[in-house]
């Protein structure tokens, strides 16, 4: 009679075993836990368990130590109190622990800032309290760190030009809870940050009405043109807050923005816009400002900052002065206007080896992107006849992808209209006099341009949240 070909699984040695079961996931491995004794001693093996602790835990030999559990109990314990964050927990948690260690040397004042994590008892409270479920990205992240004081700097950037400044604040759980809106044109949105000298926030959707999509972050911009009060425009920022979140402490930590006075400003650099000409080097960032702007009427409103560095391997008889600046500017139409002028924002900056020279300068468009190019006249210290041109990158200027408001679109039979182009826009004409001089007549307190849009955006926070109060 012939041998019997069956195999018993006890007789399966168990290295081979104990390497497929690193394939699978932590629910595979409950589940192969319950099918005999064997497979419930093996799906229980110490370096299985570790090497999920660190995939979904981030924790380390340490934390092990500390708790005094195996890797299987340990991972039970952090399952049972954040499970349903599973899929969000360590793409968040490296977020934050990667912020937090470049700002420590930078910018403490806004780490002691940091709020520590809430509780689950509590989420669920606020949602009691505004009736809408929250977003198990935001929940999670709020685990982690809820928010921050209501302290400046704010965590979420800033932006300082003449007489205008913003920064915002990563508003705690409570606090953005106070801020839930249910009136016309955003209902349902929850504050996610706070600015208290210009009233901007930008939002989260926390269900799907008015033509916005859930988990959605925005700037809220209102319609000026609009008879109906709750016709808001909306500047996107996000699609989720787990994307929001992680791209703005991605361009954060790899240096996209730039940390200035102990501040995170939101200046965008674009790669490849450096120019160098002989010993000195020109490189521009530039940043889109949502609270001076608008889609209806359209007005676009940008920063950029340059910087004009010379090199320290120079000679010192290459020592120069900056005399005049010249600007090309290209419409989405290929119109071109040129435009030149003395200095730089009033200043006429001398180049020595090593020196860095920046300044920052403002522009509005009408439509929403434009770009631009120039170049900055110099003479030679040691001999004034010394005349040369130092060319000035192409940079480009692009408003965030934007939305109309439902009722907008209803009425053009498009029910969401988005705009994300590279080119266009053309300047008004304030904006075709001197542009690199930020005192022009914006730089009046609350006047010209500066003054009727902070207007424009306060009125549209009229008979909302402002916590100003606390």
Known sequence: MAASSEFEMDQLPSDPLLHIFTYLSYRDLVHCSFVNRRLNELSKHNLLWKSLCCKHWLLTDADRLRSGLSWYFLFKRYYWDLGRYIQHYAVLKKAWEQLKSFLQQRCPRMIASLKEGTSELELKDIESQIGCKLPDDYRCSYRIHNGQKLVIPGLMGSMSLSNHYRSEVLLDVETAAGGFQQRKGMRHCLPLTFCFHTGLSQYMTLDPVEGRRMGETFYPCPDQTAQDPGAIDMFITGSSFLEWFTTYVNNVVTGEYPIIKDQIFRYVHEKGCVATTGDITVSVSTSFLPELSSVHPPHFFFTYR?????????????????????????????????????????????????????????????????????????HRLANKEEVFQVAIPRFHMVCPTYREPETRTKQSNNSTFTFNQDDGGEFNDADRRDRSNSRDDRDDDDGGDFGRMREMNMAALEGSWCPRHI
């Open 306 to 378: 340059i910087r004009i560095e010379m090199s320290s391997a120079a000679s010192p008889e290459a020592a120069c002065q900056l005399d005049s600046r010249y600007w090309k500017i290209t419409t989405s139409d290929g119109n071109v206007e040129e435009v030149q002028g003395p200095g730089v924002v009033g200043e006429f900056p001398v180049m020595t080896p090593g020196k860095v020279h920046e300044y920052a300068s403002c522009t509005t468009f009408s439509t929403p992107s434009e770009y631009m190019e120039g170049h900055y006249t110099f």
